[in-house]
């Protein structure tokens, strides 16, 4: 009997161990779970980690282009600027040139005048020195022959007003 008892005790124990070690091993596959859970959360993280920084090395290249391209535009814009510049100030001076050119023409155009206005006199007084008959004839000689040689071309350009100063 105590050889059954003891065997009795063995076995309520060996029961209680097995109780016990379920409960361990429940408890341990919980935990084997739990991180294994938490393993495949973190290997989700290190791909979603990895995505994002190949994503970022992706966007840096591009921000990387786009500023390069940036720099290129801002370098063309200053040489336009800069063409444009020197166009204005090459057509400045031109214009001044041109200016100075319809001065000058009409300075020409002055002194043209007023030459032509004192070979007329001239012819005047010498015509009316030598007859009428004469007078007429050189006189009208003298303009066919100024308005061939191109001193003066009566269908030209307007001239500008003159003022005539008459000496006595």
Do not use: F
Not at 14 to 24: F, N, Q, S, V, Y
């Amino acid at each position: 009997e105590t050889e059954v008892e003891q065997l009795q005790r063995l076995l309520a124990g060996m029961e209680k161990d097995h109780r016990d070690l379920l409960a361990r091993m429940e408890s341990g596959q919980a935990e084997l779970e739990r991180l294994r859970k938490v393993e495949g959360e973190r290997a989700a993280q290190q791909e979603r980690s990895s995505q994002l920084e190949k994503e970022v090395a992706g966007l840096r290249e591009k921000i990387h282009h786009l500023d390069d391209m940036l720099k290129s535009q801002q370098r063309k814009v200053r040489q336009m600027i800069e063409q444009l510049q020197n166009s204005k100030s090459v057509i400045q001076a031109k214009d001044a040139v041109i200016q100075e050119l319809k001065e000058r023409v009409s300075y020409l155009e002055a002194e043209n005048l007023e030459m032509h206005d004192r070979i007329e006199h001239l012819i005047e007084k010498q015509v009316s020195r030598g007859g009428s008959s004469a007078r007429a004839r050189s006189k009208s000689e003298y303009v066919s022959r100024v308005r061939n040689s191109g001193i003066w071309v009566g269908n030209g350009p307007k001239p500008l007003p003159l003022i005539r100063v008459v000496e006595t």
